[in-house]
Structures are given as structure tokens and as C-alpha cells.
């Protein structure tokens, strides 16, 4: 369709956007567009302008409202679908963002860039082995287009293909050697052991002046891997100081509020809701409560090998619900609890069971292991009272120094501190322990460490208490192909189990502190790691 031409004024008007979108004055830029838009309301450039505007801006909803009139009027060109599928991205709509975006890489099947937003969409909806292929169209029309690699590298490791990713990333260093993304990609895949000119590479890059201090800490933890790897610990555990310090002033965390929160938490399910109005609700959900770094992948990957479970990984469906309910009450989680109706609770059981159906399309039950579904356990269950909660705990020394050793992209900001880790811990037992006591016919204790003594027995045990019948694939849960969305797990679930696992006792005195900090809390008591 031809652009309708403007007059003079208007034209003069959208150039001047043109330009405030150029120095990065989205708001001048919206208010501007607003204007050319109130008399000529089809015209397609402004449209496009408004939309990028309002992503530009956070506002993604707004932003996709113009992309699909800007299309109505032009719709051929593959810019303004790749925009739309950027912005129902954002906004949370998987299924449109990937057709849009498909979209455009019909229209534009040459651009690197729209299959490499593809990929990156349909890993994210964990439809892997689509996204793979995405991402190796990316790379075939763009050899150096770095994220496509990176993200090609993720996606290979979390389908298990371990030593496909792990060539991909020495290929990117080979081009790229202080590309500290890279160097934790391949240091994360923790079974692909680094040598002693890795060790040297990376404390040259970590030890670099001008390195920006998040690519420091990236290389900070890499580097302590490597280390480890060749029997320094000590070394390790100082560059793993000084990696979590540095990192620990990037974010914020206030132990004290998050145990109030806590409490809070412990306060309002203190009576259970009231009884729900349909009992059997929520049976096809098997809920998976833990600390990062705790075995909560393992336990997913086991349920997930049973034939009539679908592993979901860390989804936030339950989260998303539960903030949504707090802004339509206008109060906070979990101050409404205690108002919450029985109808209210179905209400919200059945928004997440609606949300999760596309996990129920191949099999009848799938897990759900956000990480942070230990402190809403309770809601959980209020919502879908024939659901089950599985707690999986590790010895908490043994947790803390996992999480210690471990960058994460985000939403644990507790763990770059031993003392605000052992407060995390100590925080996990109390509540989780309340749940036990609240719910023993709903909530399951499950010993990581039991679990590797007598996998059969324990494994037997979890199976019983979801309702599925025992099936030898859960014991051979390292055969099992699926997608574990977890970097830092993704190769080891496809290993057996494994009795070395334990590293606290290699540290030695170094986490004494640790280990007194946690043992002085009547929650905790003594730990396996003395």
C-alpha cells in the first residue's frame, strides 16, 4: 500500500521525531508522533516511530497496538513484524511474539538478525530443537554475530549435545578470547574440565584494568572454576571472594526485610484457608521447592522421566498470578491471604491451569520448580489443593558454597554473601519446615543426599507420593532427552548419579564461618559437612 503523502508541516513534524528517536528522547518523540498521528492516524512511518517509541519506553502492550496498525498498512515489511514479535515478547505473549517473528524472517529470510530473535523466542518458549535450528540459520547468513552463538551454545547444552556447545563457545573465544560471556558459558557447563592456558587466559582478562565490572565478575567466576579444576582451592576461593564482592555491589539485598517477609508469610497461612470447593483441582501439578543449587533439577528430571510427566522447568506462572492478585487488591503478598475466599483461591487455581495447559499437551501431569515456590507453597495449595509440593534440601554448607560458586543471571540476589546465604538457608528450613507440619499429606521431605545413598528406595518413595506408579526410566533419568533450562544443571542430570558431589570438606576451614553461622541456628542444627 502507498505511503499517503503528508503536507509540508507534518512532514517537517515527523522529521523532528525522527530525529528525538535518533538521540534517544523517546518521551519528546512520543509526544511529538502523537501529533502527526492525531491527522493522519494511518500513516505508516509514524506508526512505526510510535511503536518503537513506546518499546523504547517499557510500554511493549502500547508498542504492539501500533506495530499491528503500522502492518495493516504495510504488510510486507519484515521491520515492523519483527518489532510486533519484540514487543508481545516482552509482553508475555510467546505463541505471537514466535509468529510474528517467523514472520519476518519470511519476509526477510537474509537477515541474520530475525532469525537469531526467532531462536532466542522459541528457546525461551523451550521448543529447543526449533530454536537450534533458528539460531544455525542466524549463523550461516552471520558467522559473527555473537549472541546467535552464545545462545545456540545455551541451547545445545540444555538438550544435553554438551560437546556441540562447548566447541561453539571455544570457536566464539577463538575470535573473540576476552569475551567474558563466552568464558562463564563454557566454565558453566561444569562438566567440561578447563586447563591450566584457560587459567592463564582468564586471570589476564579478570586481572585487566579496564575490563567493565560485569564482565570482571563473569571472568571472576570462571576463573575460580578453573582453578578448582586443577586442585588450587584455596586460590579459588579467593577469586571467588573477590568475584561475589564485586558482584554483591551490583545488587541489592536486605536479610532482615526478607525475613520479615518471611514471617509475614508464616503469619498468614497460620491458620489454613479454608476448605477449597473442589478438592481434586490441581492433581496434575507436581511442585518442586528448593534453594538454587540444591537438586531441585535432578528431582525434576527423574519426575520428568516418567512417562506421564512433562518436565516445565522454572516457569512463573504461580508468581505472576500471585503478583497480579496483589495489584488488583491494591496490597501486597501475603497480606491478603487472610481475605482470600475459597472462590478467590479456585479463581486463581484456575488462571494457572489455563496458563500451564500447553505444558498438559503431550502428557498429564508436568512439574513446576520455580525457585521460588518454597515461600508460596502455601498459595499453592490453596489454589490447587490436589497438587503436590516436593521440598528437596541439601546439606545447607554444601548449598551455600554451590550457590557461592555460582553467578546467576538474576533474581538471587542473597547469594553473593556467605553470611546472607546461611540467613537465606536458615530461612528456607524454618518455612519449608511449616509447610511439612501444615500439609504432610502435600508436601514431601526429600533429602538430596538420601536420595544419592539409596536412589532406588528414595525415588520409589517420591513416586508414591505424586501418585504415579514406579517406572524403571525414573532410575535411568540420565537417558531421558528433554530440555533443562538450568545452564548450570543441563549436563549433569544426564549424568548418574554421582556419590563425589560434595565439595564443602575440600574448602576446609575456609567456610568455618559458614559452618558456624548456620549451626547456631536451632532451624539448621548440624550439617553433614561438618
Not at 254 to 280: Q, S, T, Y
Amino acid at each position: 500500500m502507498n505511503v499517503p503523502a503528508l503536507p509540508p508541516r507534518l512532514l517537517a513534524t515527523l522529521q523532528r521525531a525522527q530525529g528525538e528517536l535518533a538521540r534517544r528522547q523517546f518521551e519528546a518523540a512520543a509526544a511529538t508522533l502523537d501529533s502527526v498521528l492525531a491527522e493522519a492516524p494511518d500513516c505508516p512511518p509514524a506508526l512505526g516511530m510510535a511503536a518503537v517509541a513506546a518499546q523504547m519506553r517499557g510500554q511493549h502492550a502500547h508498542a504492539a497496538d501500533f506495530f499491528r496498525k503500522a502492518i495493516a498498512q504495510q504488510p510486507r515489511q519484515p521491520g515492523l513484524h519483527g518489532g510486533l514479535g519484540i514487543s508481545l515478547f516482552e509482553a508475555g505473549d510467546m505463541a505471537g511474539a514466535v509468529a510474528a517473528l517467523r514472520r519476518a524472517c519470511e519476509l526477510a529470510p537474509n537477515v541474520a538478525a530475525g532469525w537469531y530473535n526467532l531462536g532466542k523466542a522459541l528457546k525461551l518458549q523451550v521448543r529447543t530443537r526449533e530454536a537450534i535450528d533458528a539460531l544455525r540459520r542466524a549463523l550461516q547468513i552471520d558467522p559473527s554475530h555473537v549472541s546467535a552463538r552464545l545462545t545456540l551454545a545455551d541451547a545445545l547444552a540444555s538438550v544435553g549435545e554438551v560437546e556441540p556447545a562447548a566447541a561453539e563457545l571455544r570457536g566464539l573465544l577463538q575470535a573473540c578470547p576476552g569475551n567474558a560471556h563466552a568464558w562463564f558459558a563454557l566454565a558453566n557447563l561444569k562438566v567440561v574440565p578447563l586447563g591450566a592456558e584457560d587459567v592463564a587466559s582468564l586471570r589476564r582478562n579478570f586481572e585487566h584494568p579496564g575490563v567493565p565490572a560485569e564482565d570482571r565478575v563473569l571472568f571472576g567466576f570462571a576463573l575460580a572454576r578453573a582453578l578448582e579444576d586443577q586442585g588450587e582451592t584455596a586460590a579459588s576461593f579467593e577469586v571467588l571472594q573477590r568475584a561475589n564482592g564485586l558482584q554483591r555491589q551490583r545488587v541489592r539485598w536486605n536479610a532482615v526485610e526478607h525475613r520479615a517477609h518471611i514471617d509475614a508469610i508464616e503469619r498468614a497461612f497460620a491458620a489454613p484457608p479454608k476448605k477449597a470447593l473442589d478438592p481434586r483441582m490441581g492433581s496434575e501439578v507436581l511442585f518442586i521447592a528448593s534453594v538454587p543449587r540444591s537438586g531441585s533439577s535432578l528431582v525434576e528430571q527423574i519426575l520428568a522421566s516418567h512417562p506421564e510427566v512433562e518436565g516445565a522447568n522454572e516457569i512463573t506462572d504461580l508468581p505472576r498470578i500471585l503478583d497480579d492478585e496483589a495489584r488488583r487488591r491494591g496490597c501486597p503478598f501475603p497480606e491478603w491471604v487472610p481475605q482470600a475466599t475459597p472462590a478467590d483461591w479456585q479463581r486463581l487455581g484456575a488462571e494457572y491451569l489455563a496458563r500451564t495447559a500447553r505444558w498438559r499437551e503431550r502428557k498429564s501431569r508436568f512439574t513446576d520448580k520455580n525457585l521460588a515456590t518454597w515461600k508460596r507453597a502455601g498459595a499453592a495449595l490453596a489454589m490447587l489443593p490436589a497438587a503436590r509440593v516436593v521440598v528437596v534440601r541439601r546439606d545447607p554448607v554444601e548449598t551455600c558454597l554451590a550457590c557461592y560458586r555460582q553467578w546467576f543471571a538474576s533474581g538471587t540476589e542473597f547469594a553473593y554473601d556467605l553470611d546472607e546465604l546461611a540467613d537465606y538457608c536458615v530461612d528456607f528450613t524454618r518455612l519449608t519446615r511449616f509447610w511439612l507440619k501444615q500439609y504432610p499429606d502435600r508436601v514431601l521431605d526429600l533429602e538430596y543426599e538420601s536420595l544419592l545413598a539409596d536412589p532406588g528406595t528414595v525415588i520409589r518413595r517420591l513416586l508414591d507420593f505424586c501418585g504415579l506408579s514406579f517406572d524403571p526410566a525414573c532410575l535411568a533419568f540420565h537417558r531421558t532427552e528433554r530440555t533443562v533450562i538450568s545452564a548450570a544443571s543441563a549436563a549433569q542430570v544426564r549424568q548418574p548419579l554421582q556419590q563425589g558431589s560434595a565439595r564443602a570438606r575440600r574448602y576446609g576451614h575456609l567456610l568455618d564461618g559458614l559452618r558456624r553461622r548456620l549451626q547456631a541456628d536451632p532451624a539448621v542444627g548440624p550439617c553433614r559437612s561438618g
